[in-house]
């Protein structure tokens, strides 16, 4: 019997040894935590992961916690029951009461045990778990610092994209006025030109009228031309006498003669070489000069018709009276060498 007291005393020490290794383990363990979790706090600042990892550190400390206080409660447990049993005397307890007290008593600290083993699995468990979640974080820091520099870049090339575009639209804006300036110049100068082409064409027409006027001032030149063509013959056989006449009056004659000749030719040479408006005033001359010996040559003829008969055309009166209608169409030099010219 006492024997068995000894040996279920030395089963108690063992098991209360053990339980206050335990303790111990699970203090040392408790203060490990909280050092971690103390140096954690100070070398990651950052907001999200100290919070995980702090509302992990406190779920395995209050575990501890639990595991501690349900130690301290199996080894008070068994310090009463060692006092209760070096307490009681032999004969109070029987062999099977305290063999039954044994089996409880191992019972409880097998059970005691398994919870430890079970608080020791869920917290390797959650030192997993808590690897696990430190490394998520880490992969979603390594995302968000990559996403980052990516909205980085894209702020970067959408800023330079923007700076060229309102770069392109100055440019755009430039070329844009250079155009329109461009345009009113060629809009004026258009106008200019149309304006021009206006003066021009009228001109022209001007110039084509005139040259139309001149025109039919040399074609009446010319009918004037041909009609003092004809006349200057007639003339010429009217002056001429069919008897001898005095040397002054036939010299005269043909002294007067010749200036008309010359002022055909020179009236003609005037209009092939002269400027447009020297050529119709030469031509408005010529005119005068053609037109006055005709009317002359024919109003010396219808008063010849007037008064003398054919038969009188070879006499002195009508000799004298057409030299001195010829005399005052040209307007000749008077001769001095003989006496008639000195006489008309």
């Given at each position: 019997?006492?024997?068995?007291?000894?040996q279920l005393a030395q089963n108690f020490d063992g098991a209360l040894h053990s339980a206050s290794q335990e303790v111990t383990n699970l203090h040392s363990e408790l203060s490990a935590t909280s050092r971690r979790l103390a140096e954690l706090r100070a070398n990651n600042p950052t907001g999200v992961e100290n919070n995980h990892q702090h509302v992990l550190l406190r779920e395995e400390v209050t575990q501890l916690q639990e595991e501690v206080k349900l130690l301290s409660q199996l080894k008070e447990m068994l310090n009463k029951d060692l006092q209760k049993m070096q307490g009681c005397s032999a004969n109070a307890l029987s062999a099977t009461e305290l063999r039954i007290q044994l089996a409880e008593k191992e019972h409880?600290?097998?059970r005691a045990k398994e919870a430890l083993q079970a608080m020791k699995c869920d917290r390797t468990r959650l030192k997993a778990e808590k690897v696990d979640l430190v490394n998520q974080m880490q992969q979603l820091y390594t995302t968000l610092e990559s996403h980052e520099?990516?909205?980085?870049?894209?702020i970067r090339n959408y800023d330079q994209h923007r700076k060229e575009s309102d770069?392109?639209?100055k440019s755009l804006a430039k070329e844009k006025d250079l155009l329109e300036r461009e345009k009113w110049d060629l809009r004026r100068q258009t106008k200019e030109a149309t304006e021009h082409a206006g003066l021009l064409h009228s001109q022209i027409d001007m110039k084509?009228?005139?040259i139309k006027e001149l025109e039919a001032e040399l074609s009446m030149a010319k009918q004037s031309l041909a009609t003092l063509t004809k006349d200057v013959p007639k003339h010429h056989s009217v002056a001429m006498p069919s008897e001898p006449v005095v040397n002054g009056t036939q010299e005269w004659v043909m002294q007067a003669e010749l200036p008309l000749t010359a002022?055909?030719?020179?009236?003609q040479q005037t209009l092939c070489h002269c400027h447009p408006a020297d050529r119709q005033a030469a031509l408005r001359t010529s005119l005068c000069h053609s037109r006055q010996p005709s009317i002359l040559s024919d109003t010396s003829a219808a008063d010849g018709d007037r008064s003398s008969t054919p038969s009188d055309m070879n006499s002195p009166h009508h000799r004298t009276h057409s030299l001195c209608n010829v005399r005052a169409a040209w307007h000749p030099r008077p001769i001095h060498g003989g006496p008639r010219g000195s006489e008309a």
């Open positions: 019997m006492m024997e068995d007291n000894k409880e600290l097998d520099e990516q909205l980085r870049d894209f770069d392109a639209v084509e009228n005139r002022a055909i030719r020179q009236s």
